[in-house]
Nanobody, 123 residues
Framework: QVQLVESGGGLVQAGGSLRLSCAASGRTFSSYAMGWFRQAPGKEREFVATISWSGGTTYYADSVKGRFTISRDNAKNTVYLEMNSLKPEDTAVYYC????????????????WGQGTQVTVSS
């Protein structure tokens, strides 16, 4: 069992930056690949980024590539999402998720989900 708690969301102007954190409970955190997803009002939850258990492999959605960076600290049971050059279209609730499998862009691959943190980017 893994419990996930996101933090770091907020209101930021376009062009600004935010760093999201996702703290995980459980001693097996380092064996899970982690992902970040987001859901805007009226839209499907979509993939943002994923990172392997070791941190050595990462993948990003095209819409955030070059602006967002996913990382993890297994000693702290935490995964991060550094978001730069934010745009109004990045406004959404951001969720972290854990999968015992490898990295994946698919929601269905993830077994555990956090409750989400709101990110609002004003123009």
């Amino acid at each position: 069992q893994v419990q996930l708690v996101e933090s770091g969301g907020g209101l930021v102007q376009a062009g600004g930056s935010l760093r999201l954190s996702c703290a995980a409970s459980g001693r097996t955190f380092s064996s899970y690949a982690m992902g970040w997803f987001r859901q805007a009002p009226g839209k499907e939850r979509e993939f943002v980024a994923t990172i392997s258990w070791s941190g050595g492999t990462t993948y990003y959605a095209d819409s955030v590539k070059g602006r967002f960076t996913i990382s993890r600290d297994n000693a702290k049971n935490t995964v991060y999402l550094e978001m730069n050059s934010l745009k109004p279209e990045d406004t959404a609730v951001y969720y972290c998720a854990a999968t015992p499998g490898g990295t994946s862009r698919l929601k269905g691959a993830y077994r555990y989900w956090g409750q989400g943190t709101q990110v609002t980017v004003s123009s």
